[in-house]
């Protein structure tokens, strides 16, 4: 039977969600987890982490130019894969199993998209595009990554004329990484060499994605767009990466769980797998109900964002509203049933719970999506 025809002034529906994996992206999945299990290992991001600078630069080399994942949201004419967010999604979720300390969500989407909507501009943004897709630049925006889509922006750095920026942004992620830094001025969209910026690294909740207070005092920048396209493309740029910051929240779910069921199914008590007692499986098995749900939510937020669907927005939020707390219980329910060994320093299963808690707060929290749906869906404030 026929599908009915949209009701006049109602939008027709959109095409079927996909939320299954394609080949291409198992085969990205299967050469992005090998990379991660050889090069990133719990041990080695540990170490890393406790150095105080933890982005492995070597790792980034081999991650963006060796396999290409810095590309995938740029098209093929600006030297990109030609992609998409259903592609970057699947590397998000191995980063977030891993959770790899690299600039993917910084640099490949946020940056990515920013530049990408300022392109046709000029060719200052496409040539930054296309050296991003090489992996051979890291760009982060100078935004708190605690911006939320939705959200008004931050007061504007002051333009004395010419690109000459002044002015302070908190809570920067990956500043201490990058080469370029993208800053929102007052008079449009500038690029500004990370060396002409004063960082004042704070110490952070995540230790594998540090923030920095970045400080700039006439600073020279080049200017890429002018106001209006700016925020345009920084809106544009939050929604994309609060959709996919589900896939690495997927991610971390989906780790914590088979780590918490492969400890309970080898730990003996009274002769038996501390896993076969039954109130350990309900928690598992309601674990395993909201890793599923998870799943679904972040796929369909790729999705809708890779199809352009006009209810994006909504199901961006969605996603969020429900992933972010879904990560975080996960990962202390991982801390807890691991029982002694997994309070300590040396186990991995912090980490986790510490990535899990900084992503709650970034690209906007729980209540705040979950009011975005509430406006989407038109209902009555409480």
């Known amino acids: ?9 109602h939008p027709a529906p959109r095409a079927p969600i996909d939320l299954l994996y394609s080949d291409t992206e198992e085969e990205l999945r299967a050469a ?8 990133c290992g719990p041990a080695s991001v540990l170490a890393r982490a406790e150095t105080g600078r933890p982005h492995d630069p070597e790792l980034w080399r081999v991650l963006a130019a060796g396999i290409g994942a810095a590309g995938l949201l740029v098209p093929e004419k600006l030297g990109g894969a030609g992609a998409g967010h259903r592609e ?45 897709a090489a992996g051979r630049l890291v760009c982060v925006p100078a935004l708190p ?49 990370a060396d002409r910026a004063v960082l004042h690294p704070v110490v952070p909740l995540d230790l594998t994605r540090p923030p920095a207070t970045v400080t700039f005092d006439a600073a020279a920048g080049t200017r890429l767009a002018d106001p209006a396209t700016a925020r345009a493309a920084v809106a544009g740029a939050l929604l994309s990466g609060a959709g996919l910051l589900a896939s690495e929240q997927l991610g971390l779910t989906e780790w914590c769980l088979t780590e918490t069921v492969g400890y309970l199914r080898g730990r003996h008590q009274f002769n038996r797998p501390v896993g076969s007692f039954q109130a350990l499986k309900h928690r598992l098995a309601q674990l395993w109900l909201d890793v599923a749900s ?37 990962a202390e329910e991982c801390v807890q049933l691991h029982g002694g060994i997994g309070m300590t320093w040396e186990h991995p299963a912090h980490l986790y719970l510490k990535r899990a808690k900084a992503d709650s707060l970034a690209l906007g929290t729980t209540g705040h999506h979950r009011g975005l749906v509430a406006d989407f869906a038109e209902l009555p404030a409480p």
């Open 1 to 9: 039977m026929s599908a009915l025809p949209p009701r006049p002034g």
């Open 32 to 39: 992005v987890r090998s990379l991660l299990a050889d090069r």
């Open 88 to 132: 970057a999604a699947v590397v998000l979720e191995e980063l977030g199993r891993a959770v790899a300390p690299v600039p993917y969500l910084t640099s490949s989407v946020l940056a990515t998209e920013i530049l990408l909507a300022c392109a046709c501009d000029g060719p200052e943004a496409a040539d930054l595009v296309r050296e991003l």
């Open 145 to 193: 990554l605690t911006q939320a889509p939705g959200a008004p922006l931050p007061a504007l750095l002051h333009d004395a004329g010419g690109g000459v920026l002044s002015g302070t942004v908190t809570s920067v992620a990956d500043a201490v990484a990058a080469d370029v830094l993208l800053v929102l001025a007052d008079t449009g969209l500038h690029a500004v060499p």
């Open 294 to 330: 998870a799943r679904a939510a972040a796929r369909a937020a790729a999705d809708a964002l890779a199809t352009g669907a006009p209810d994006a927005p909504l199901t961006v939020a969605v996603a969020q509203a429900h992933c972010s707390g879904v990560a975080v219980r996960a």
